[in-house]
């Protein structure tokens, strides 16, 4: 396979060249866009590929199995033989499956419209699998005809509505709300629970209490104690169960209460177990899982799984102005249950706090 790399003004003029230069059978493997050092102005760098060989014996090593062996029986000697042939084609196929797999993925993008392409480039950049970027392109292709950047996000959106829960948010009700807060050290469970309390306070007019179950680190405790008392909300500390139970009792009759709890590492099986019968204890009918928003997406089914026990009403991705791109966080919650409730977007409160809906996924998912 001959690979080349071209610069052109335009990804029109680079598909034309690419074409002069190998012909039609020339496939894009890659588009990016790159400034001229000299001019400053935008030019468009494409790495295209055309096959010129014939195809290869496959390289690796024949180890699989002994070679023809003079100290074996004939018929041994002719089994292993037809075997090592064997192993030999299903190499080679499995190099042919894989060359024609990335033929047509690249030959298939080269056939979409500019407008498409460059989507396609924006979701890669903001870390969507190659699968998916080329899934939701396909689908906004297919089944809608307006190629132009706004009716493509229009459509983007309708697929992320489709494949994500945008639910769990907390309302003014009739009812009282217990909010409770989980999720790994330093995952801005606080920070979020600051920031709701403040709008529950302001924005509903409730009448709202706050109660840490954090005792372990006497500074996280001093900060929510401060925070409250500027705020003038009521706040108390429990430091067991038998406690939780009593502040419980107590504040009955507010709208709202807020719980933070303990943020440990996942594997600390018996710090999972405590948050559990915490979260069962107090009856909470909200609650959130904190995990920032830039972890992998393994690390996301990761922490999803290990918190699943506790069953959480809904996903705060917290500190999303710290990361580049959710693509990540989008791949994991489209296999995942669990709802997406809010954004924490800063370190201001309450400002930097949004309701998480399909608008605002799309921007920050975008955002790269
Ligand atoms: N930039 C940014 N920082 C945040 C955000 N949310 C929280 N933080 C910061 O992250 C740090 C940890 O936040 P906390 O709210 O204390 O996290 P936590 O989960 O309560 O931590 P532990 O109680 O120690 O488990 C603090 O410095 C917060 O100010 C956010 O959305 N953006
Ligand atoms: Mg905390």
């Known amino acids: 396979m001959k690979i080349k790399k071209l610069i052109a003004n335009n990804i029109k003029e680079g598909k034309q060249k690419v074409i002069d230069e190998f012909g039609d059978d020339a496939v894009i493997l890659s588009n990016r866009t790159i400034i001229d050092p000299k001019t400053s102005k935008e030019l468009v760098e494409i790495v295209a590929a055309v096959d010129d060989t014939e195809q290869k014996k496959p390289s690796f090593e024949k180890i699989i199995l002994p070679r023809a062996n003079p100290n074996l029986e004939k018929g041994q000697d002719r089994f292993l033989e037809a075997t090592n042939r064997i192993f030999d084609e299903i190499a080679d196929l499995s190099n ?11 030959k298939f993008l080269n056939t979409y419209p500019d407008e498409l392409i460059f989507f396609h480039q924006n979701l890669i950049q903001n870390e969507f699998s190659d699968d998916t970027a080329l899934n939701v392109i396909s689908e906004i292709y297919h089944h809608y005809p307006g190629n132009d950047r706004s009716s493509i996000e229009e459509h983007f959106k309708t697929i992320i509505t489709r494949q994500i829960k945008f639910q769990g948010h907390l309302n003014k009700d009739a009812k009282q709300n217990i909010v409770i807060f989980i999720g790994p050290a330093g995952s801005g469970k606080t920070m979020s629970l600051v920031k709701m309390a403040t709008i529950a306070k302001l924005a509903f007019n409730s009448d709202i209490a706050i109660i840490s ?48 709890t303990i943020g440990k590492s996942i594997n600390d099986e018996e710090n999972l177990v405590y948050i559990k019968d915490l979260v069962r204890f107090s009856g909470a009918n909200h609650i959130y899982l904190c995990l920032p928003a830039n972890l992998t997406k393994n690390n ?13 009403t809904g996903l705060i991705a917290t500190k999303c102005d710290e990361t580049r791109s959710l693509g990540q966080l989008y791949e994991a919650l489209k296999s995942e249950n669990i709802p997406l409730s809010y954004f924490s977007t800063g370190q201001i409160i309450p400002e930097n706090f949004e309701r998480a809906n399909p608008d605002y996924f799309v921007k920050l998912l975008l955002k790269s």
């Open 96 to 106: 042919k499956v894989g060359l024609i797999n990335e033929q047509i993925k690249f």
């Open 213 to 260: 179950t954090d005792t372990y680190k006497v500074s996280g405790l001093e900060q929510l104690q401060t925070y409250a008392s500027v705020a003038a909300i009521p706040f108390a500390k429990a430091e067991d169960l038998e406690e939780l139970k009593s502040v419980l009792t107590h504040e009955f009759n507010r709208d709202i209460i807020f719980i933070d």
């Open 300 to 312: 996301y089914h990761l922490y999803i799984k290990k918190y699943s026990p506790i069953s959480p």
